[in-house]
């Protein structure tokens, strides 16, 4: 199936460093989602982004949509070790009309070091 | 907490038997989605239903069909299991059809053998 293009596939840091993470898609998207899953759990919605240019927080937790409405970046600041777990970005492509399926990356699995 | 519950969390099947998955959705929301995320991968689209009619569907086979009950919970049933059916299912409930922020039970992991 169609899945978007998220980076980087896994990472590994201190507690206290800033995380880095990005999704990119070949076609326009309307609806750009972060997700986080943790083992055993269905993802959690972290963040939901609507507009292009759009910049939208959550506690450490930034996001932002971006202008080519292609791609989308999740930043954490001062990681922590409840950070741990695995984050997908989710969109809803232009053109999909009433059905509103998200597409999903593969995710990317971050481990943090206390 | 979601409020969005599955049942059962666990499953174990051997090929060519049938499988029913429920989910009860969040209180209020009457869209439910249904996706398949096997292991190491993303969450795909099954199909998605609105006020008990289904509204889109990916990329899966007839095999598996599913329903929505007027109290808006849901079924996912699967004919005639292979083995790479085996994944974690999970069900997605939103406020209604125009809402794409989606609420997710903790799914029900599927094993066939």
């Known amino acids: 199936g169609q899945q978007l293009n998220q980076s980087p596939q896994s990472m590994f840091i201190q507690e206290g460093e800033d995380v880095s993470m990005n999704c990119t898609s070949s076609?326009?998207?309307?609806?750009w989602l972060w997700y986080k899953q943790d083992p055993g759990e269905g993802p959690v919605l972290l963040i939901a982004?609507?507009?292009a240019g759009e910049l939208t927080s959550n506690g450490r937790l930034t996001a932002q949509f971006g202008i080519t409405r292609k791609d989308s970046f999740l930043n954490i600041s001062a990681s922590i070790p409840s950070d741990v777990g695995i984050y997908f970005c989710?969109?809803?492509?232009?053109?999909?009309?009433?059905?509103?399926?998200?597409?999903w990356g593969l995710g990317t699995s971050l481990a943090v070091n206390p | 907490e979601t409020g969005v519950t599955q049942s059962p969390t666990h499953l174990i099947k051997t090929r060519g038997q049938q499988v029913t998955l429920r989910c009860s959705s969040q209180?209020?929301?009457?869209?439910v989605s249904w996706y398949q995320q096997a292991l190491g991968q993303g969450p795909q689209f099954i199909f998605q239903?609105?006020?008990?009619?289904?509204?889109g569907r990916g990329n899966f086979p007839p095999r598996f069909s599913g329903l929505q009950f007027p109290n808006y919970s849901s079924e996912l049933n699967v004919n005639a299991l292979e083995l790479d059916d085996s994944a974690l299912y999970l069900c997605?409930?939103?406020?209604?059809?125009?809402?794409?922020?989606?609420?997710f039970g903790a799914g029900t992991r599927l094993s066939v053998l």
């Open positions: 997605a409930s939103s406020l209604n059809i125009g809402e794409n922020i989606q609420y």
């Open positions: 209180s209020g929301h009457n869209t």
């Open positions: 239903y609105y006020r008990e009619e289904e509204n």
């Open positions: 076609s326009i998207f309307n609806t």
């Open positions: 982004l609507y507009k």
């Open positions: 989710a969109g809803q492509p232009q053109g999909a009309g009433n059905n509103r399926k998200l597409i």
